[in-house]
């Protein structure tokens, strides 16, 4: 069973980056495609990115397209996500999220999850 953990979170001014790193503690990585998502305060959850277990595919939300860049290390059982010129609406607790699917266009049949980790940005 597939037990992510993400970290790489925290405060940044408008304009920065952080690079957000999801393990899968397990390490029952395998086949498995990767995605981010992102829950604001009083919002509903909301798909950021995706990648395909080769990392071949990747498929992102209108709006990180540009500014957000997912990818994976297999070896090290963990995927990153990238975000830069972070503006103020980026701001939410973001979440790495597991799935057997290749189906990249398809982000409500995610099976696992972690916890989340804060990103705040100001502006």
């Known amino acids: 069973q597939v037990l992510l953990v993400e970290s790489g979170g925290g405060s940044v001014q408008a304009g920065g980056s952080l690079r957000l790193s999801c393990v899968d503690s397990k390490r029952a990585f395998s086949g498995h495609t990767m995605g981010w998502f992102r829950q604001a305060p009083g919002k509903e959850r909301n798909f950021v990115a995706a990648i395909t277990w080769s990392g071949a595919d990747t498929y992102y939300g209108d709006s990180v397209k540009g500014r957000f860049t997912i990818s994976r290390d297999n070896a090290e059982n963990t995927v990153y996500l990238q975000a830069n010129n972070l503006k103020a609406e980026d701001t939410a607790v973001y979440y790495c999220?597991?799935?057997?699917?290749?189906?990249?266009?398809?982000?409500?049949?995610?099976?696992?999850w972690g916890q989340g980790t804060q990103v705040t940005v100001s502006s």
């Open positions: 999220a597991a799935k057997l699917s290749p189906v990249l266009r398809l982000t409500t049949d995610y099976r696992y």
